[in-house]
């Protein structure tokens, strides 16, 4: 009789504690019956290269990768998807049979599935796209809204350079707007993205004047924590349609879940509350 093998897949980053990602794979390990397991793993940016041609010796299918390690995993991969490469960072590693490590980046798809999911009127090409912020998750965002047929990309952040050098890499359809002026990108706006960590819990709030905004606008966040963010809230009560964040981290997990595990899993009600937990 064969000895079955258990596949393992993980997290890593610096720190790691605060990742929800091992309760959510748990939980769908564990729903659907699978025999595998999901590790949060710290590891140092000096340790990366070598925990990752480790780890697939150890039975390991794949990995997450989550802040400091995005960009520096493209430099290790062996394989980097075009997706990947165009945001400029990877948070899904495979490894494969051959020993070759492929690197992708769902952290767009994710976003765009929340939004389809929780905003199914959501119409992307109805007009332009405010996005503050211009880090790794904008830039995630910006290929995806770009993709869905987004218009215009209006882009502010508070440092103006980082925002210029994502314009360069993504071209025409996105504006550079100075910080001063968020107030006016969201009279524009009939989708606006909050990437930045302004607002989440031990962070300062994101102080933004939103009066600007139009009725019935889709306004979302990335912050999941907390769920419902001053920029949400106020939204809200302002006529918006909101999403939260906590969509977009489930939904980029799916394809990864599905790769390493062989099933895709199912996003429901009961999904959020294992994640919430």
């Not at 610096?14 to 390990?29: E, F, M, T």
């Not at 709030?205 to 963010?229: C, I």
């Amino acid at each position: 009789m064969t000895q079955q093998h258990i596949p393992l897949a993980g997290v890593i980053g610096s720190p790691i504690a605060h990742s929800k990602s091992p309760q959510l794979h748990g939980y769908w390990l564990k729903t659907h019956g699978i025999a595998g397991h999901y590790i949060p793993m710290e590891v140092a940016p000096e340790d990366l290269e070598t925990v990752l041609r480790t780890l697939p010796k150890m039975g390991f299918v794949g990995v997450n990768i989550t802040v400091p390690h995005k960009v520096a995993v493209l430099d290790i991969a062996d394989l980097v998807t075009d997706r990947a490469t165009l945001i400029g960072a990877a948070n899904t590693l495979i490894f494969r049979q051959d020993g070759k490590i492929h690197a992708d980046n769902t952290d767009g798809y994710g976003f765009i599935e929340n939004l389809k999911q929780n905003a199914p009127n959501w119409d992307p090409t109805a007009g332009p796209a405010a996005v503050m912020g211009a880090g790794g998750a904008a830039r995630a965002v910006v290929a995806s809204l770009l993709d869905v047929g987004v218009p215009e990309i209006l882009l502010s952040n508070r440092t103006r350079i980082r925002a210029e050098v994502l314009q360069q890499d993504f071209g025409a359809r996105v504006r550079v707007v100075d910080w001063v002026k968020v107030g006016n990108m969201l009279e524009e706006a009939v989708t606006v993205v909050n990437t930045t960590s302004l607002g989440m819990i031990g962070k300062p709030e994101l102080r933004v004047p939103l009066d600007g905004l139009q009725k019935g606008a889709l306004v979302t966040d990335l912050v999941y924590a907390p769920l419902q963010t001053r920029l949400l809230r106020e939204a809200e009560e302002m006529g918006c349609v909101t999403v939260d964040g906590l969509g977009m981290l489930i939904y980029q997990a799916v394809p990864a879940f599905e790769r390493w595990f062989g099933h895709r899993p199912d996003v429901d009600a009961n999904t959020r509350a294992a994640v919430l937990r």
